[in-house]
């Protein structure tokens, strides 16, 4: 006789293809409590806490009923339900347990290196769902706690045979099923992703790039988050048509096949690693500019007057025959005398101007190569007195 205890999906007791009487709604939860903790005993207090959320005075004796009917169920099939002092332990014996079955599966199914030997027994755990909700919804701190430990792994076993699937080259028929779980989980990055790449296997390029920006989208307007980094790779393959997802066989993310860079605008990040997964530099033409455009702004050595020919329209001597002005570049680490007062602070500006009675131009320096000196030019100096204190007894005033 084969007896099955279900908790993927509806809790019940099926003994050969029928479904056994286990004592209602409360029978249901005594089950669910300790086919969870199958092998092992549950206390009195914690088997009463998953029944009741606020037990009664009769806790104790209404679960040695449920438990005896139980036991007397599944007894003639080789389970068992044993009382001890401290609560009560159910031993599955020849009886299936879903539970532990789908558990093996996946084990099973992540040590196979093949993709079809893996979607083998994928296919054969998710067949042992019978609904979308495990433990039949069942509500309560522990039961809701479970079944969202098993959603997830069912949602985990659902994604490794979805990208088995695509491994074996049913690209196709695989898409519809994704665009779904994409929208049902849209948080879930792992299933864009093999969203992404089954489209893009199936000639739908231009639809794997639309389905990437509206994840994109998604991710920052639910959670404010980027995509990861797989995402991110996955998608600067497709613009640049990576010769590695075309084809079947897995496809994995490696800093060998597509480097992301972390840094910049989303969108010159984008552009830029499409460039390097190409094989291409990520510019052709910023490196020289920039290195021009540093060369220009660079000025070599100290500040210094340069030889220029003298103006013959001015009669003032040329700044380069001023006395205290050297003509050579200083040699680091000397001193030199400072320059008179009248021809400290002068350019080659600024005699010109004085000549033709023009102000002269303060404050600014002429750009290196386009006047031929850079000399400092001095503020304009004004020939002020201080003003006098006041005495402290402040104004005199006027006699009467």
Same mark, same amino acid.
């Given at each position: 006789?084969?007896?099955?205890?279900?908790?993927?999906?509806?809790?019940?007791?099926?003994?050969?293809?029928?479904?056994?009487?286990?004592?209602?709604?409360?029978?249901?939860?005594?089950?669910?409590?300790?086919?969870?903790?199958?092998?092992?005993?549950?206390?009195?207090?914690?088997?009463?806490?998953?029944?009741?959320?606020?037990?009664?005075?009769?806790?104790? %004796?209404?679960? %040695?009923?449920?438990?005896?009917?139980?036991?007397?169920?599944?007894?003639?099939?080789?389970?068992?339900?044993?009382?001890?002092?401290?609560?009560?332990?159910?031993?599955?014996?020849?009886?299936?347990?879903?539970?532990?079955?789908?558990?093996?599966?996946?084990?099973?199914?992540?040590?196979?290196?093949?993709?079809?030997?893996?979607?083998?027994?994928?296919?054969?755990?998710?067949?042992?769902?019978?609904?979308?909700?495990?433990?039949?919804?069942?509500?309560?701190?522990?039961?809701?706690?479970?079944?969202?430990?098993?959603? %997830?792994?069912?949602?985990?076993?659902?994604?490794?045979?979805?990208?088995?699937?695509?491994?074996?080259?049913?690209?196709?028929?695989?898409?519809?099923?994704?665009?779904?779980?994409?929208?049902?989980?849209?948080?879930?990055?792992?299933?864009?992703?093999?969203?992404?790449?089954?489209?893009?296997?199936?000639?739908?390029?231009?639809?794997?790039?639309?389905?990437?920006?509206?994840?994109?989208?998604?991710?920052?307007?639910?959670?404010?988050?980027?995509?990861?980094?797989?995402?991110?790779?996955?998608?600067?393959?497709?613009?640049?048509?990576?010769?590695?997802?075309?084809?079947?066989?897995?496809?994995?993310?490696?800093?060998?096949?597509?480097?992301?860079?972390?840094?910049?605008?989303?969108?010159?990040?984008?552009?830029?690693?499409?460039?390097?997964?190409?094989?291409?530099?990520?510019?052709?033409?910023?490196?020289?500019?920039?290195?021009?455009?540093?060369?220009?702004?660079?000025?070599?050595?100290?500040?210094?007057?340069?030889?220029?020919?003298?103006?013959?329209?001015?009669?003032?001597?040329?700044?380069?025959?001023?006395?205290?002005?050297?003509?050579?570049?200083?040699?680091?680490?000397?001193?030199?005398?400072?320059?008179?007062?009248?021809?400290?602070?002068?350019?080659?500006?600024?005699?010109?101007?004085?000549?033709?009675?023009?102000?002269?131009?303060?404050?600014?320096?002429?750009?290196?190569?386009?006047?031929?000196?850079?000399?400092?030019?001095?503020?304009?100096?004004?020939?002020?007195?201080?003003?006098?204190?006041?005495?402290?007894?402040?104004?005199?005033?006027?006699?009467?």
């Amino acid at each position: 006789m084969a007896l099955v205890l279900s908790l993927l999906g509806p809790v019940h007791v099926t003994l050969d293809g029928g479904v056994l009487e286990i004592g209602g709604p409360r029978g249901r939860r005594v089950l669910a409590a300790l086919a969870l903790e199958a092998g092992r005993v549950v206390p009195m207090a914690g088997l009463a806490e998953a029944v009741w959320d606020d037990p009664p005075a009769t806790a104790r %004796q209404q679960l %040695q009923n449920a438990a005896g009917l139980l036991r007397r169920r599944v007894a003639n099939a080789g389970a068992s339900v044993v009382r001890t002092d401290a609560g009560f332990l159910l031993d599955p014996g020849g009886a299936v347990l879903d539970v532990r079955e789908f558990a093996r599966l996946r084990t099973a199914a992540h040590a196979v290196g093949e993709p079809a030997g893996a979607r083998l027994l994928l296919g054969r755990a998710l067949e042992l769902w019978q609904g979308p909700v495990a433990l039949g919804g069942l509500r309560g701190r522990i039961f809701e706690a479970a079944a969202a430990r098993l959603a %997830q792994d069912r949602l985990d076993c659902v994604e490794r045979a979805l990208a088995a699937d695509i491994a074996l080259g049913r690209h196709a028929e695989v898409c519809p099923e994704l665009a779904a779980l994409c929208a049902e989980h849209p948080l879930r990055e792992r299933l864009v992703e093999l969203h992404v790449l089954a489209l893009y296997r199936s000639g739908r390029r231009a639809e794997a790039l639309a389905a990437f920006d509206s994840a994109r989208r998604r991710l920052a307007r639910e959670a404010g988050l980027d995509p990861g980094p797989d995402l991110r790779a996955l998608h600067a393959a497709v613009l640049a048509d990576a010769a590695a997802l075309r084809g079947c066989g897995p496809w994995s993310a490696g800093p060998q096949e597509v480097p992301v860079d972390a840094g910049g605008p989303a969108r010159t990040r984008r552009r830029r690693t499409a460039r390097r997964a190409a094989g291409g530099t990520p510019h052709p033409h910023r490196a020289p500019r920039q290195s021009a455009t540093r060369a220009r702004r660079k000025v070599p050595g100290p500040w210094c007057l340069l030889p220029i020919p003298p103006d013959p329209r001015c009669p003032v001597p040329h700044p380069t025959a001023l006395p205290g002005l050297p003509s050579t570049p200083r040699t680091p680490g000397t001193r030199r005398a400072p320059p008179p007062r009248a021809a400290r602070h002068r350019t080659t500006r600024d005699t010109p101007d004085r000549a033709y009675g023009r102000s002269p131009t303060v404050g600014r320096s002429p750009a290196p190569g386009r006047y031929g000196a850079r000399v400092p030019a001095a503020p304009l100096q004004l020939n002020c007195r201080p003003r006098p204190r006041r005495s402290s007894g402040g104004r005199k005033r006027r006699s009467a």
